[in-house]
C-alpha cells in the first residue's frame, strides 16, 4: 500500500542466532515499489499468460517481494514462456520433474551415496586411474572389481568430495541449512549437475549460486532446473585452466571501461598489481554472492535479470533447432529486459557483455576517490568495494542505477 513503511527482509531468511558478525540486509520490502503478491497475480490472464512487461520495470526498481521469489526467478530465468498457460507449464514441469528423477537414477545407480540420503566429505577414488584411497567405500571398490572405468565416471566421482565439502560450508548461517535434509538436496542437484554437464562439471562457487534456488524452491526438481537455467548463462564463468580464468574476457573488458572512464584509477590500480583486475574474479564468478549479504544479493541478481530479460531465450534453451524462428515469437520489444533492448539497438554482432561488468565498474568509478587516497593494495581494492555505500548505489538507485552500467565506450 503505498505510503507504509518499507519493510525488512531479512526475516525471510533466518540467521542462527550465534552467527553475530552476518551483515543485516539493506534491501527493503517498499510498496508501490517492490514486485507484491497483487501485482504478479494480476499480470496473468484468466489463462495462465503473463505480460512479463508489466513486471520488469517494478523488479528492477525494487526488487522482488520474498513469498514469490522463487516462481518470479523461474520466468526471469527462461524456465518458462511467458506466453505459456497454466496448464502447459504443469505439463512441462511434471516432465522435468521426471526427467530429473531418471538423471538422478543414473547417478545412484553408478555411485549409489546420490539419493540415498548421504552425502561424501572424503575422495573416494584417486587421479591413478580411478585406483582405490583409504576411504573408498564398498560401493567404489565393487566398481573398480568390475574393471577399468569410464574416463566420464571417474572425472565425476573425482567431484563429489569437492562438492560435499562446499556444501558443509555453504551459507551455513543460515538456519535453513540446519536440516540435513536441505544439505542433501544441494549435494544432490551440485552432484547431479556434474554429471550433465562434462564440460564444467562442478567447480568452487557453483554452491553458492545453488543454494538460493533450494531455499525458494521446494521442490528439488524445479530447484535442479532453476539452477541449471542459470549455469547455461554462467558456465563460461568457470571454465578455468591453469593459465586463464573462465571471466577473462570481462576482467578485459572491465579493465578497459575503467581505464576510459576514470584513467587515473586505472594507473592506480596498475601500481597496486592490479592492473589485470583479478581482485574482481570472484565477483563476477559468482555474481557478488559474498560480498553481500544473503538477501542483497539475491535482489541484486533479479534486477540484472530483469534488465537482461530475453523471452527467446526460453525457446534456444528448451529446442535449441527452434533459435531462428524464436525470433518471430517475441512481438513487442517491451517483452524485453531494459538493458537488452538497449543492446538489441545497436545492432552488432559482438555477443553484448553481462551487465555485472558494468556493475563493477560502475562501483569502482564511485568509490574512486576514496581507493585512490586509501587503497594501499588489493585488499583494500576489494574491502571498499564491498561497503556499504556500494551496496546502496546497487540496490537503492532506479534510473541512475540504469544510467551508470550502460556505460559503452568504443575503443
Known amino acids: 500500500m503505498w505510503g507504509a513503511p518499507a519493510e525488512p ?38 489463462d495462465g499468460q503473463l505480460d512479463i512487461s508489466k513486471t520488469l520495470g517494478r523488479i528492477h526498481r525494487g526488487g522482488i517481494h520474498p513469498t514469490i521469489r522463487g516462481e518470479v526467478w523461474e520466468f526471469l530465468l527462461c524456465c518458462f514462456d511467458p506466453r505459456s498457460t497454466y496448464e502447459e507449464r504443469e505439463q512441462l514441469r511434471l516432465e522435468r520433474r521426471e526427467q530429473y528423477e531418471k538423471l538422478k537414477a543414473v547417478c545412484h545407480e553408478i555411485f549409489p551415496v546420490v539419493g540415498s540420503g548421504q552425502f561424501i566429505t572424503a575422495p573416494v577414488i584417486s587421479e591413478d586411474a580411478g585406483a582405490e584411497t583409504p576411504n573408498s567405500t564398498e560401493i567404489v571398490k565393487d566398481l573398480l572389481s568390475k574393471g577399468p572405468l569410464d574416463k566420464r565416471i571417474v572425472d565425476w566421482l573425482l567431484l563429489l568430495h569437492q562438492i560435499g565439502l562446499d556444501v558443509k560450508r555453504t551459507d551455513r548461517s543460515l538456519v535453513f541449512y540446519e536440516k540435513q535434509e536441505n544439505l542433501l538436496k544441494l549435494w544432490d542437484i551440485l552432484a547431479v549437475y556434474a554429471w550433465i554437464d562434462t564440460d564444467v562439471g562442478y567447480c568452487q562457487g557453483m554452491s553458492d549460486l545453488c543454494s538460493p534456488m533450494i531455499i525458494l524452491l521446494e521442490h528439488e526438481a524445479d530447484a535442479f532446473w532453476c539452477f541449471e537455467r542459470l549455469m547455461r548463462r554462467l558456465r563460461g564463468n568457470f571454465r578455468c585452466t591453469a593459465s586463464s580464468v573462465g571471466v577473462e574476457s570481462q576482467l578485459s573488458h572491465l579493465a578497459m571501461v575503467t581505464q576510459v572512464i576514470d584513467p587515473k584509477l586505472h594507473q592506480h590500480l596498475e601500481t597496486l598489481g592490479g592492473g589485470d583486475y583479478l581482485f574482481a574474479v570472484r565477483m563476477l564468478m559468482v555474481l557478488f554472492r559474498r560480498e553481500f549479504s544473503f538477501c542483497d544479493s539475491l535482489y541484486l541478481w533479479e534486477m540484472m535479470w530483469a534488465l537482461e530479460y530475453d523471452p527467446d531465450l526460453f525457446y534456444l534453451y528448451e529446442e535449441p533447432s527452434m533459435e531462428e524462428s524464436s525470433k518471430l515469437k517475441s512481438r513487442s520489444m517491451r517483452n524485453y529486459g531494459k538493458f537488452e533492448r538497449e543492446n538489441m539497438k545497436m545492432k552488432t554482432e559482438e555477443t553484448p557483455l553481462p551487465i555485472s561488468v558494468f556493475l563493477v565498474a560502475s562501483v569502482l568509478k564511485d568509490k574512486s576517490t576514496q581507493l585512490l587516497h586509501e587503497a594501499r593494495g588489493l585488499d583494500d581494492v576489494v574491502k571498499v568495494s564491498s561497503e556499504y555505500e556500494c551496496i546502496q548505489l546497487l540496490l537503492h538507485t532506479e534510473s541512475n542505477f540504469y544510467n551508470r552500467v550502460r556505460i559503452r565506450p568504443r575503443f
Open 9 to 46: 527482509a531479512d526475516s525471510y531468511y533466518e540467521v542462527r542466532p550465534e552467527c553475530t558478525d552476518v551483515p543485516t540486509t539493506k534491501f527493503k520490502i517498499r510498496p508501490g515499489k517492490t514486485l507484491s503478491v497483487r501485482k504478479w497475480q494480476a499480470a496473468f490472464s484468466p
